[in-house]
């Protein structure tokens, strides 16, 4: 990979963003293979599509990107996205896209991370202020990805520090934490919670460790009022999907 853009393409752009948009979609196009199938190529949507960018003509897996400038490394805690609603209607639909997450400085591309569909979850979006009575689309609604609460499991660098990883580690990667694929959308958001919950303890840790975050994950499914079998539940499903194992009674090991 060349992680340099190619800035002779902006030539004529005065707006930040479309400067960012031509850049990273020109670098992505050129750059990228499928990370889910290993196709060479991806190929590029028709303009203004509401979340998808670019697809495999492989696997038809669909991809959208998002970018930003960040000195600091790592991805950082949010990004920025489009309009709240059609975000959440496109992640929640039976084909919502993978997502590319870029960072970039000085023209040269920092981080590329992966983050397949069945990590998104309408709780990680987090809806933004409308605009004012006096902006130009007024009553608009944004949004942002908050990054923080996928876990580490979904984000696949691709890129890491101006460093290419090995794209049989990446489709590697990909392949072991598509088990954790699911249909349905609240299966889907109890497992990422609890795998966040599993993020923050350290590699071997009890049951009762897990159920210090029954009042947290209760606030996050007020519906369910058997939070902690639950808990016992979807780490069942991690054994088996070969996430954590149990070592003894109440007690569970992270797999590598």
């Known amino acids: 990979m060349n992680f340099e853009f190619n800035t002779s393409l902006i030539v004529g752009y005065h707006s930040p963003t479309q400067k960012a948009r031509v850049l990273t979609e020109d670098w992505l196009g050129r750059n990228m293979y499928c990370p889910i199938c290993g196709e060479p190529i991806l190929t590029h949507f028709e303009a203004n599509r509401p979340v998808a960018d670019f697809y495999c ?47 970039h400085y000085n023209n040269i591309v920092r981080n590329l991370v992966l983050i397949p569909n069945h990590f998104f979850v309408p709780s990680i979006i987090e809806k933004r202020k409308p605009l004012s009575e006096n902006a130009r689309r007024a009553g608009w609604t944004g949004c942002n990805i908050n990054l923080t609460s996928i876990p580490q499991y979904g984000k696949i660098f691709i890129v890491q520090d101006s460093k290419e990883i090995d794209h049989h580690i990446v489709l590697d990667s990909y392949k072991k934490i598509k088990a ?35 009042n947290f994950l209760q606030l996050k499914h007020p519906e369910n009022n058997f939070v902690q079998p639950k808990i016992r539940q979807q780490l069942q499903l991690l054994r088996d999907k070969g996430f954590v194992e149990f070592t003894k009674r109440g007690h569970y090991k992270k797999i590598k």
Request: proline share 1%; hydrophobic share 35%.
């Open 180 to 214: 954790l694929k699911t249909d349905s959308l609240e299966s889907r958001g109890w497992l990422i919670d609890v795998l966040q919950c599993v993020d923050k303890l350290g590699n071997e840790f009890t049951l009762d460790e897990m159920y210090s975050f029954t």
């Open 57 to 103: 003509k492989n696997c038809l897996s669909e991809y959208e990107l998002k970018s930003k400038e960040r000195i600091k490394k790592g991805i950082g805690d949010k990004i920025v996205d489009g309009e709240f609603h059609t975000m959440i209607d496109r992640i929640t639909a039976c084909n919502n896209p993978n997502f590319f997450f870029l960072t």
